[in-house]
């Protein structure tokens, strides 16, 4: 069969692998799936027919889940901290520019948030936040 695999997070958002079709073959271990699903071409003369396949399996399909989640989590914390002068984030880190004076307030602030699951879809998620204060971005 093919068709759209809709994949709902729990934030509510969907991720979306157009054109998902499941087969079976004889692999060297015996019958086997395959996962496919058409995957962008992202040049700027493509269109819908010049798309190729890509293979996935189960792994990558719930890394996926788990980085959508992740970025809702990040994105429900930045919403909340918006406030406080977010300059930008990297991965699951926000980086806040605020006066030296207000810089205690602001981390416990971005801890407590960071570390509470967001009303309405993530009650029970484990989650702890560490921050640090620097004149300067490192990693």
């Not at 429900?76 to 205690?104: F, K, Q």
């Amino acid at each position: 069969a093919t068709g759209n695999l809709w994949m709902q997070l729990p934030a509510g958002r969907f991720i979306c692998l157009p054109k998902f079709h499941v087969s079976t073959y004889e692999g060297p271990y015996g019958t086997a799936e395959r996962l496919t699903y058409q995957r962008g071409n992202w040049t700027p003369k493509a269109d819908a027919t010049e798309w190729p396949r890509a293979d996935t399996y189960g792994g990558s399909l719930v890394e996926s889940l788990a980085q959508g989640i992740a970025r809702d989590l990040l994105a429900s914390a930045m919403m909340e901290l918006e406030d406080w002068g977010i300059v930008m984030h990297v991965h699951d880190e926000i980086v806040c520019e605020v006066p030296s004076e207000d810089a205690e307030e602001c981390l416990q602030s971005m801890v407590d948030v960071m570390s509470m699951p967001p009303y309405g879809w993530g009650h029970g998620l484990p989650l702890a936040a560490v921050g640090e204060i620097s004149d300067r971005f490192g990693k």
